[in-house]
């Protein structure tokens, strides 16, 4: 069955950096959209950060375009997320989400219904 398994969360101070990973299984990574979402306490789920397994087409919303960066590793099922300046907003669970592709990038994003869902990774960042 498809399994999504994140790693790489953690505290770190504000404008330092972390990397997320995001190991799959049960499934082609090559075929898939994989996102990251993010929920802070209080707070909706957001979709931060999608890309396209099969030709790295990637999409940011402007709440962190420049400083995340998501690439993907389909020989290893691995999908990253590169956070850079990090701001105490950011501090959320991070979830990795697997979605076969069904529309834009934007929109699926967007709309965080129907993925396959990860246990989710802790950021905190905090001085």
């Known amino acids: 069955q498809v399994q999504l398994v994140e790693s790489g969360g953690g505290l770190v101070q504000p404008g330092g950096s972390l990397r997320l990973s995001c190991a799959a299984s049960?499934?082609?990574?090559?075929?898939?959209?994989i996102g990251w979402f993010r929920q802070a306490p209080g707070k909706e789920r957001e979709g931060i950060s999608c890309?396209?397994?099969?030709?790295?087409?990637?999409y940011y919303p402007d709440s962190v375009k420049g400083r995340f960066t998501i690439s993907r590793d389909n020989n290893k099922n691995t999908v990253y997320l590169q956070m850079n300046s990090l701001k105490p907003e950011d501090t959320a669970v991070y979830y990795c989400?697997?979605?076969?592709?069904?529309?834009?990038?934007?929109?699926?994003?967007?709309?965080?219904?129907?993925?396959?869902w990860g246990q989710g990774t802790q950021v905190t960042v905090s001085s």
């Open positions: 890309i396209m397994s099969s030709d790295g087409t990637t």
């Open positions: 049960g499934f082609r990574l090559g075929y898939y959209v």
């Open positions: 989400a697997a979605h076969l592709p069904t529309t834009t990038l934007q929109t699926m994003c967007a709309v965080g219904v129907g993925w396959y």
